[in-house]
């Protein structure tokens, strides 16, 4: 874990996970990017920026551009933390399926797998089998993607590997304290997809008025809430200036203050969905 997340903090400083990795507290979410140019550009744009975690799955279909980009950058594949994930039709091929995305992206191994959604179909068995790829290291850490505290809690009587990471969509307008609480309380690092509520808060008062005080957009604003309550941001982004603009967040700090502003904005707003 970061250990102050009162004060600013370098672009890529990151939280260690459950059992000892790295993750780099922002990332680039690559969810509806298409696949060739737009991907490997926004790839490459982010690398160019700083980025050095890149968030995909196979239900994206672009997993190919996203390997192409990362060969393509020069980047030392020991810098990089590459997420992608397990799509439920996948759960009675799983282990097939994690080397196809492996193979896509011409990896030798992955960072983060995840089981993109709980579907109770196989679940279980989707899961021995990312343990089992995990303990013959292919992936470096194993986790879940929109699990409740429930779903998580049958999760941890059933399974001897505790998830590393629940990715969940987590922004001030969908504020998950509880699952928060229980995630910290068990080691599970809390990763916040649609971070930004896609675009559709970006013009709420509020934050309209605290960013143009801080100097910083509300993007900024809102990715900069998630990072201080110890969560990871995978802001997604196909334009050049604001991947730049979102990776901008570790140079200023929000106060106590600033914090519950945000904090009182929650309205279990599902991005998602709409
Ligand atoms: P985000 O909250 O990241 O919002 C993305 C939208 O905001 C896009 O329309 C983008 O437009 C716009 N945007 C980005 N930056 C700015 C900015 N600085 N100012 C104004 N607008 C901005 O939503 P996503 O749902 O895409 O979530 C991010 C990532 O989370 C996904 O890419 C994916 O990796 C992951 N995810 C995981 C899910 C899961 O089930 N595990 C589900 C959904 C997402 P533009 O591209 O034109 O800049």
């Not at 102050?4 to 260690?16: G, I, K, R, T």
């Not at 390997?67 to 950058?73: L, N, T, V, Y």
């Not at 900024?220 to 050049?240: G, T, Y």
Request: glycine share 4%; net charge neutral.
């Amino acid at each position: 874990m970061v250990s102050d997340m009162s004060s600013a903090f370098p672009l890529n400083a990151s939280v260690e996970l459950n059992n000892g990795v790295l993750l780099p507290l922002l990332g680039l979410g690559v969810y509806q990017i298409p696949k060739g140019l737009p991907t490997e550009q926004a790839v490459l744009w982010a690398l160019e920026a700083g980025y050095r975690h890149i968030d995909t799955a196979s239900f994206y279909g672009n997993e190919e551009s996203v390997g192409k980009a990362i060969r393509e950058s020069g980047i030392k594949r020991e810098e990089m933390f590459i997420t992608t994930k397990l799509w439920p039709t996948d759960f009675f091929n799983a282990e097939k399926a994690f080397h196809k995305s492996r193979e896509r992206l011409g990896l030798e191994f992955i960072d983060l797998y995840l089981v993109h959604w709980p579907s109770p179909i196989a679940r279980d068995g989707a899961w021995k089998a990312l343990e089992k790829l995990y303990t013959e290291k292919h992936i470096r850490a194993i986790g879940v993607s929109n699990y409740s505290v429930a779903q998580l809690q049958t999760h941890l009587k059933k399974h001897e590997i505790v998830p590393a990471v629940n990715q969940v969509e987590f922004s001030p307008f969908n504020y998950k304290k509880e699952l928060l609480e229980f995630c910290q309380a068990h080691k599970i690092q809390l990763e916040a997809y649609s971070p930004l509520t896609r675009g559709k808060k970006l013009d709420h008062p509020a934050l309209e008025d605290l960013a143009k005080r801080l100097g910083k957009s509300v993007a900024q604003v809102m990715l900069r809430w998630a990072i201080q309550r110890n969560v990871v941001v995978l802001p997604k982004s196909q334009r050049k200036e604001r991947i730049s603009e979102n990776s901008q967040i570790f140079d200023f700090v929000l106060s106590p203050e600033e914090m519950a502003i945000l904090d009182s904005l929650n309205e279990n707003y599902r991005a998602l969905f709409k």
